[in-house]
């Protein structure tokens, strides 16, 4: 579980990069090799690092205080956060509501600044001719279905358990 929410934290803080890569690959393409440096690049990467730690030890430091006892199976080949809070022999409406807040937090600002840049290079691509915002458009929304496809995929997992 810890690894299953490091990565994914991770994963999302990655997304964000992306984006970020696309947005100065569009907006700003003389200036690019300037801007995505190798310190950007590093940066990008312990900040996802980051951020997935942040993310799964807020939600195990809780959980792993819990007092067990009774059933320990889970009626589910996922065994994730809500199920095994669900085995707790104590009231965990705080920790459930912890996990629920930090995944959908995570989930709405990764999903916020990734709107904000996708609106910004559709909207810097529209000023622009046609042919030049092609291949831009392409890359874009290759970008755009893996985000969804992941959003939609984690979302899913996060919520549907509960």
Not at 69 to 96: H, R, W
């Amino acid at each position: 579980m810890y690894f299953m929410h490091f990565f994914g934290g991770g994963e999302m803080s990655l997304l964000i990069a992306m984006a970020i890569n696309r947005y100065v690959a569009i907006c700003k393409p003389l200036h690019y090799q300037i801007i995505m440096n190798c310190r950007m690049l590093i940066g990008f990467l312990v900040l996802s690092w980051s951020i997935g730690f942040i993310h799964t030890t807020s939600q195990m430091v809780f959980m792993v205080g819990l007092p067990f006892c009774g059933p320990n199976v889970v009626d589910s080949i996922f065994c994730d956060l809500p199920l095994v809070i669900k085995l707790a022999c104590t009231d965990t409406y705080v920790l459930e509501l912890l996990v629920i807040v930090d995944s959908g937090l995570l989930s709405l600002v990764c999903f916020i600044l990734l709107v904000i840049s996708y609106i910004i290079m559709f909207v810097t691509l529209w000023q622009h001719s046609s042919r030049a915002s092609s291949k831009a458009v392409s890359t874009l929304s290759a970008h755009i279905t893996v985000v969804t496809l992941f959003l939609t995929r984690y979302l899913h997992l996060c919520f549907s358990i509960q």
